[in-house]
């Protein structure tokens, strides 16, 4: 199945299987109110990334709401999300959306975990 709306015509650095593909999937093809999302690439000269404590988090995913929020996604496998790198990203994500006026909502997802995405995208009181 073809991955809709991606802002570029190729999609960067994605594997076309594995759990991740299967996140960019839900993003898609299955969330609603999705205006335009991005694979974003580490490194590249206009790659969305956040500054820790040692250097540049690049979270996985960059997706635009039809609603104006900006959803920013990060993907990790089980055996990944418990390590100390790993919290500071968290943390520094959390931050980041927090600092937004609402802006802009940052997600932390495993495998299985596709409503938490949804809950993120949707528009609060």
């Given at each position: 199945?073809?991955?809709k709306?991606?802002f ?11 759990e991740?593909?299967?996140c960019?999937?839900?993003?898609a093809?299955?969330?609603?109110g999705?205006d335009?999302?991005?694979?974003n ?13 040692s ?15 900006t959803?920013?996604v ?9 390590g100390?790198?790993s919290?500071?990203?968290k ?8 600092r ?10 495993e495998?299985?975990?596709?409503h ?10």
């Amino acid at each position: 199945m073809p991955l809709k709306r991606h802002f570029f015509p190729v999609i960067g650095n994605l594997k076309g299987t594995g759990e991740e593909f299967i996140c960019a999937e839900y993003i898609a093809n299955q969330l609603e109110g999705v205006d335009w999302w991005v694979r974003n690439v580490e490194k590249k000269p206009h790659s969305f990334w956040l500054q820790t404590a040692s250097d540049k988090f690049y979270p996985d995913f960059v997706v635009r709401m039809k609603n104006g929020l900006t959803l920013v996604v990060e993907y990790k496998g089980g055996q990944l999300a418990d390590g100390r790198d790993s919290r500071e990203k968290k943390q520094i994500g959390e931050l980041w959306a927090n600092r937004s006026n609402g802006k802009c909502r940052f997600v932390w997802v495993e495998i299985n975990q596709w409503h938490l995405i949804a809950e993120a995208a949707m528009i609060t009181a």
